[in-house]
């Protein structure tokens, strides 16, 4: 399979909880980020980790990253319905450019 | 600051013509990327440019496609005789400098490009 797999591919919640997606690559990478899109629109870079990093936060946004599993999580919390979108994590190795996994789609329920 | 800006935003083709897809990278940026995402997929990387200078062409078919980065004026990715596998959304990002250590790329809104 590629780098940067995300699961899982589609994710369905109610809103105000919270929102977990898993992200796993292969190869050694300078850094991680995730980025949302809506349906059918550009994407939005939410954030990114360098990989001596092990978490970080950005308003509801928490990411981490495990480097020792090759494997990252972001989680949503206190989710509402204008998170709805798909998420996806990309992994930067050398040569700046940037490997997307499949993707998540969550849907928020109001 | 104007972000990355891509024209066409849609764009219809008949099998065998061309498409030109055209990407302005934001102001200051001098690296652009172009990525091609198939429905309900993620973003394939496709090749890397700095001014006048193909970086990393490794994503791109080795027929038809050809991208450019002049000095002067927009990054062109253009595909000769469409056929409808090339049927996707195109996405150019820029980013400021590679020498840093860590890369955001700044996404435009996509071309979608459909081949009938």
């Known amino acids: 399979s590629q780098q940067g797999e995300e699961d899982p591919q589609a994710l369905s919640i109610q809103e105000g909880e919270n929102a977990t997606m898993n992200c796993s690559y292969k190869?050694?990478?300078?850094?991680l980020q995730w980025y949302r899109q809506n349906s059918g629109r550009g994407l939005v870079h939410l954030i990114l980790?360098?990989?001596?990093?092990r978490e970080k936060h950005s308003g509801r946004l928490r990411v981490t990253l495990d480097t020792s599993k090759k494997s990252s999580s972001l989680l949503i919390t206190a989710s509402r319905a204008a998170d709805t979108a798909s998420y996806f994590c990309?992994?930067?190795?050398?040569?700046?450019?940037?490997?997307f996994g499949g993707g998540t789609r969550v849907l928020v329920k109001p | 600051n104007a972000g990355v800006m891509q024209n066409p935003r849609h764009l219809v083709r008949r099998r065998g013509q061309e498409a030109r897809l055209r990407c302005s990278p934001m102001?200051?940026?001098?690296?652009v990327y172009w990525y091609r995402q198939l429905p309900e997929e993620g973003l394939k990387f496709m090749v890397y440019?700095?001014?006048?200078?193909?970086?990393?062409e490794s994503g791109m078919p080795k027929e038809r496609f050809s991208a450019e980065f002049p000095k002067e004026g927009p990054s062109i990715l253009r595909i000769q005789q469409v056929v409808r596998g090339d049927s996707a959304a195109y996405f150019c990002?820029?980013?400021?400098?590679?020498?840093?250590?860590?890369?955001?790329?700044?996404f435009g809104p996509g071309t979608r490009l459909t081949v009938l």
């Open positions: 190869t050694s990478i300078n850094n």
């Open positions: 990002a820029s980013s400021p400098d590679s020498s840093s250590s860590y890369n955001e790329q700044f």
């Open positions: 980790i360098r990989s001596n990093e």
């Open positions: 102001k200051g940026h001098s690296h």
């Open positions: 440019l700095q001014k006048e200078n193909i970086i990393d």
């Open positions: 990309a992994t930067e190795a050398a040569g700046n450019k940037l490997t």
